[in-house]
């Protein structure tokens, strides 16, 4: 299922920014501090800091490489994202910046685009569900061979409630045979928001289960934060102001969508940090 582009301008206040995830949201902040927020929360979780190399996966427009650096004063840093768009975008906002490269490529062939193990931190900041699969996105990773990095990623995932009512049913026939309900909710949520739907059938204890396995690693770690991203933003998108008619409909739409959304309590939004394994330990 490929990724629709979003223009930045939709979501953003500020001109120059053009952050474009859900945003970690606290008290009334505006939406470029609460994608900065949300970008900071995953490198504090991989402990990012001064000298790190960073691997950005679905870097977006390039407002999180900048963050790298200027939050935690990382070295080199690498931003990957399918969209030429995106990409472009992202270049010309490091363009300045000799220690940041932006390469275009697909997250599933993450391996034959860069040289995982010379990173010492893999983030993904709330793109990891577009990709198609997530699984085999971080089957890759896990593969790689010689790497010590610490991998942190923010997503959206199935809701720890509805992952324990469906326990493991992995296809749309086995949700639906459990529950009808459920499976026409999850398959209407994957064809309007354009997540595969692979991507929707495990939460926090399926994730935990894909780390555990094979004993890829061992310290996977976490938050649900859910109350905090899908409600305020919603909240953000209706009484964001726009320029256009057609842009007022895109984010009215949009956000009355997400309060559904976090109404029927069928997906969470989570942190979560783990090693990626040491050849030959674990
Ligand atoms: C919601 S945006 C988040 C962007 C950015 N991380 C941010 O915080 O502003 C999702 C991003 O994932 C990228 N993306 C989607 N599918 C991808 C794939 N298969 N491989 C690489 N990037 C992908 C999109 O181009 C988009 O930039």
Redesign the pocket.
């Known amino acids: 299922m490929a ?1 629709s582009e979003i223009d930045p301008r939709i979501f953003n206040q500020n001109p120059d920014s053009t ?3 859900l945003g970690l949201w606290t008290g009334n902040c505006s939406y470029e501090k609460a ?1 900065e927020r949300l ?1 900071e929360s995953v490198g504090e979780m991989v402990q990012m800091k001064a000298s790190s190399s960073v691997l950005d ?4 427009n390039g ?2 490489l900048l963050l790298w650096k200027r939050m935690f004063q990382a070295g080199h840093i690498c931003g ?4 030429p768009t ?1 990409v472009a975008a992202a270049r010309s906002l490091t363009s300045h910046d000799e220690d940041i490269v932006v390469c275009k490529g ?3 062939s993450i391996s034959s685009l860069v040289d995982i193990s010379s990173f010492s931190h893999v983030v993904c ?3 990891a569900y ?3 699969t997530r699984k085999e996105f971080l089957e890759k990773l896990f593969e790689t061979k010689k790497t010590r990095a610490r991998l942190g990623v923010a997503d959206l995932v199935l809701s720890c409630k509805w992952e324990q009512g469906l326990e493991n049913s992995r296809s749309l026939w086995d949700i639906f045979l459990r529950s009808p309900y459920r499976a026409v909710i999850l398959k209407a949520l994957s064809v309007c928001a354009g997540i595969p739907f692979a991507n929707l059938v495990y939460g926090p204890a399926g994730l935990e289960k894909f780390f555990d396995c094979e004993k890829r690693s061992s310290d996977f770690e976490c938050r649900v934060v859910t109350d905090r991203v899908l409600l305020p933003f919603s909240s953000h998108l209706l009484a964001k102001e726009c320029g256009s008619w057609a842009a007022l409909f895109q984010v009215r739409a949009t956000g009355l969508f997400l309060r559904i959304v976090a109404w029927l309590g069928c997906v969470d939004f989570v942190l979560y940090s783990c090693s990626i394994k040491e050849e030959g330990k674990g």
Not at 57 to 60: D, E, K, N, T
Not at 80 to 83: A, G
């Open positions: 990724y952050w474009i995830n994608c970008a996966v679905g870097c977006g407002d999180s990957v994202n399918i969209s995106e697909d997250a599933r900041v709330d793109c577009h990709f198609d």
